[in-house]
């Protein structure tokens, strides 16, 4: 049996240019702004500049990776996302020019909700357990986009975490157990037609639970850890409130007397970048992890617990345990500058890029030049993007 220690041994976060306060959709939909800011726990929401996608900020993110440890052995790149940018093409084959990416590598896009990045950082596992001189580059990427004046605009939101995965990490060690659960439920989805998603908010919710008690259950089966072992847990967050949700529902499944200070001491510290940037799909889990490890005291040698879910349905349980010295490895004064950098939008603005379309006629098309993050969405020439580097 291969005993090789395998995990995330670095792990950088990026996020857009412009932010929405949730003060400001709360005005012009007429309601006090405390429906989102306790009712949700959503405070602010990045928003996508016109000269950004999910490409750009993928690039960001990785790029401080490939910064510290440069390209060797890095044999494959997994980018999960479920806001691509084509059909067919891998948005992970744009990075190459951007941030250097090897040649010889595999890269690959992965689907599934927000479950994707789960499902890359799981098959980088894989890999490295067969070759345990092989890193992977793990990018989760995504724009949360839902129609004006619905239940589901204020849970917009957009990051991309990346991940280098490897033997011997310097942040989490990955348990061997797992627990799954998928099932066939029209809960959320976007054809291929359309530019938002359609969401069935209760069926989520209720969906949402079920699989986590469901992957937790599997999780038992296959040897892991009590829950008492667990020092936090980090969930998917479409809303930082489901998170709340969705830890109440599996300690009372398990039969244990719910105590809100219990639950905010679990989970409390994994909320805090999402409430201000919002749901990012893939990205959600893994912010939710660096907003942990940027905020809590010190984790060396305890375990967490990370609830994956994607709609669906895919949920995975799984763990692992923090490593001594993790602190020097983290980038949290980057982390915050990201969050704490970007420029207000009013409504109008946030209006008139939520309802813009992408070109389709072929033609050459420049993107106004909006946004001071690293990359940038240059132009749109005969249906191919080009990108530039700041």
């Known amino acids: 049996m ?26 012009r939909l007429g309601v006090d702004r405390d429906k989102f800011y306790l009712g949700i726990g959503q405070e602010k929401m990045s928003v996508a500049a016109a000269d950004e996608d ?21 044999r494959t790149v997994l980018l999960a996302t479920e806001t691509g940018v084509d059909q ?24 599934q909700a927000c479950y994707g990045g789960t499902a890359g950082l799981q098959f980088a596992a894989g890999l ?57 439920i029209m809960d959320f989805w976007r054809p291929n037609y359309r530019t938002a998603a359609i969401v069935d908010g209760k069926t989520s919710v209720n969906a949402y639970q079920k699989a986590a008690q469901e992957a937790w259950t599997d999780y038992r089966r296959q040897g892991g850890r009590d829950l008492s072992e667990f020092a936090a847990f980090c969930y998917h967050q479409p809303f930082t409130k489901m998170a709340y949700k969705a830890h109440r529902h599996l300690l009372e499944s398990q039969g244990h007397t719910v105590d809100a200070a219990e639950i905010e001491a679990a989970i409390g510290d994994t909320t805090l970048y999402n409430r201000t940037v919002g749901n990012s799909y893939t990205a959600s889990l893994y912010l939710g992890l660096a907003s942990l490890l940027d905020h809590a005291g010190d984790l060396t040698d305890r375990a967490l617990a990370m609830i994956s879910y994607g709609s669906g349905s895919v949920a995975e349980f799984f763990s692992g345990t923090v490593q001594p010295g993790y602190r020097e490895h983290l980038r949290t004064e980057a982390n915050r500058a990201a969050i704490s950098s970007r420029e207000l939008l009013d ?15 072929g033609a050459y098309h420049a993107m106004p030049e909006e946004t001071r993050r690293p990359y940038r969405l240059a132009a749109v020439s005969g249906h191919k993007r080009i990108y530039e580097s700041r």
Do not use: C, W
């Not at 589901?152 to 061997?176: K, R, Y």
């Open 2 to 27: 291969n005993t090789t220690p395998v995990g995330i041994h670095d792990l950088s976060f990026a996020t857009t240019h412009y932010a929405l306060d949730h003060a400001v959709l709360a005005e």
């Open 54 to 74: 999910i490409v750009t900020i993928a690039a960001a993110a990785a790029q401080p990776i490939i910064e510290r440890h440069g390209t060797d052995n890095i």
């Open 88 to 111: 067919s093409k891998a948005a992970a084959l744009y990075l190459h020019s951007l941030i250097g990416l090897p040649n010889a590598a595999r890269v690959v896009e992965l689907k």
């Open 128 to 184: 490295i357990a067969r070759d345990p001189s092989q890193r992977v580059l793990v990018i989760a990427a995504d724009i949360a986009k839902y129609e004006l004046d619905t239940p589901g605009e204020p849970t917009q939101g957009a990051a991309a975490v990346a991940m280098l995965v490897s033997a011997n990490p310097a942040i989490l060690q990955l348990d061997p157990q797992s627990g799954l659960y998928s099932a066939d």
């Open 347 to 361: 409504y109008d603005h946030y209006l008139q890029l939520h309802e813009a379309t992408s070109p389709s006629d």
